[in-house]
C-alpha cells in the first residue's frame, strides 16, 4: 500500500531536506544534460542554492510528506514590478514565479502526484490574492516532470540552452562587417531591439510589444554600452545595420549552469529582409571566436520555443536546452464565477 501524502508549508528547517533532494535530481539531471555545475551534486552547495528561497518572503513553499519522509517540495515567488519595468519584457508582472531550484520530488515517488498535490496547496493561496499566471522552470528531458506540470496545464513558453564556445563552421555565412557598438550606436541597439520585438509579436509566439519598456530598456542598454565590459555586436551589410548579438555576465543563465566560465547571449537579431541569409551564422561565429579568446567556455541564451526561425537556427547551431519554462495562465473569471 501506497503511503497517502500530506502536504504543508515549507519551513526553515526542511532546508537540509529540499537540498538533498534537490542534489539528487541534479545528479540525474546531469546523466543526460551537458553544461550543468557539477558541485550542485552535493547537498551543501545545493543548499546554499536554495536558501534565498527560504527567507525571501515573497516566496511561498510546501513541503510534501509520504510515511513520515520528505517526498517533494515546491517554492514560488511573486514577481511584484512594474509594469514600466525592463523586467515586464520576460516576466509578467503580478506573476508567480517557481524557478528550476526552487522544486524536487524524491526518487520512487510518482512526481505527478507530488507535483499536484504541492502545486494545488500554493496555487489556492495565488489565484485568491489574484495571481492567475504561474510559471516554472524544469529541467529538459524529465518526461516524469514535464508529465507533472504538463497535467497541471502548463505548456512551453521558454527554453534556455548552452553550447560550448567552439568555432561555428562556416556554412551559409554571410558576409558581414562585425562593429563593436558604442554608447553612440544607441539608437541603432534600439532599432535592433526593438526589430526583434515586432517578430516575436508575430505568429505563432504572440509575445506582446510592451512600449511601456521603452524607457528603462534604452537606459538599460546605454548603460552596458557605456559600462564597455561586454560588447554589443552590430553586423553591417552595405553600411545597413542587419543584425545584432548583445552579451551580459551572468545575464539570464539559469543558476543550474555553470557560470564560472559562461557568458549569456541577450539579444540575437537579424532584421526582417536580412533573416534567413546567413547574418546571424556570420555573427555567432564573430561572436563565439570573441568569447573563446575572452577566456569564456560556454554561452547560454533564452529563445522561444514555437519561434519558427530562431529555435531551428540555435538548436542547428550546437545550443543543447538546459531548461524549460512552463506556464499556466489560469483563468481570471475564477475570481467571480464560483
Given at each position: 500500500?501506497?503511503?497517502?501524502l ?29 553544461h ?41 515567488e ?15 508582472p ?125 537606459e ?27 552579451f ?89 464565477a464560483?
Amino acid at each position: 500500500m501506497v503511503a497517502s501524502l500530506t502536504v504543508r508549508p515549507a519551513r526553515a528547517g526542511d532546508l537540509d531536506a529540499a537540498a538533498s533532494l534537490f542534489a539528487a535530481r541534479h545528479r540525474h539531471d546531469r546523466t543526460r544534460i551537458p553544461h550543468l555545475e557539477p558541485r550542485l551534486e552535493e547537498p551543501a552547495a545545493a543548499r546554499e542554492l536554495i536558501r534565498p528561497l527560504f527567507e525571501n518572503p515573497r516566496a511561498h513553499g510546501a513541503v510534501a510528506e509520504s510515511g513520515g519522509s520528505v517526498a517533494g517540495f515546491l517554492f514560488g515567488e511573486e514577481m511584484l514590478f512594474a509594469p514600466s519595468d525592463m523586467a515586464s519584457l520576460f516576466i509578467p508582472p503580478h506573476s508567480i514565479s517557481m524557478p528550476i531550484e526552487g522544486h524536487a520530488v524524491a526518487e520512487r515517488q510518482d512526481a505527478t502526484d507530488v507535483y499536484r498535490a504541492l502545486y494545488g496547496f500554493l496555487a489556492s493561496r495565488w489565484v485568491a490574492n489574484g495571481f492567475f499566471i504561474h510559471r516554472c522552470a524544469i529541467p529538459p528531458g524529465d518526461d516524469q516532470v514535464q508529465e507533472a506540470w504538463v497535467s497541471l496545464g502548463f505548456g512551453r513558453y521558454l527554453t534556455a540552452a548552452t553550447r560550448p564556445t567552439s568555432p561555428v563552421e562556416r556554412q551559409n555565412v554571410a558576409a558581414i562587417e562585425v562593429q563593436r557598438a558604442s554608447p553612440e550606436d544607441i539608437d541603432v541597439v534600439a532599432e535592433l531591439a526593438e526589430c526583434l520585438g515586432r517578430w516575436h509579436w508575430q505568429a505563432p509566439m504572440f509575445w506582446p510589444v510592451l512600449h511601456a519598456t521603452d524607457a528603462a530598456t534604452r537606459e538599460f542598454n546605454l548603460g552596458q554600452l557605456r559600462s564597455g565590459d561586454l560588447p554589443f555586436f552590430v553586423g553591417y551589410q552595405d553600411g545597413t545595420p542587419t543584425g545584432m548579438q548583445t552579451f551580459l555576465r551572468p545575464g539570464f543563465t539559469p543558476p543550474v549552469v555553470a557560470r564560472d566560465g559562461d557568458v549569456y547571449l541577450f539579444e540575437g537579431v537579424v532584421s526582417d529582409g536580412a533573416r534567413g541569409g546567413g547574418v546571424g551564422s556570420a555573427l555567432l561565429r564573430h561572436s563565439m571566436d570573441w568569447a573563446r579568446n575572452a577566456g569564456y567556455e560556454s554561452c547560454t541564451l533564452h529563445f522561444a520555443p514555437g519561434n519558427p526561425s530562431g529555435a531551428p537556427f540555435w538548436l542547428g547551431h550546437g545550443f543543447v536546452p538546459v531548461e524549460h519554462t512552463m506556464e499556466r495562465r489560469v483563468d481570471e473569471r475564477v475570481a467571480w464565477a464560483r
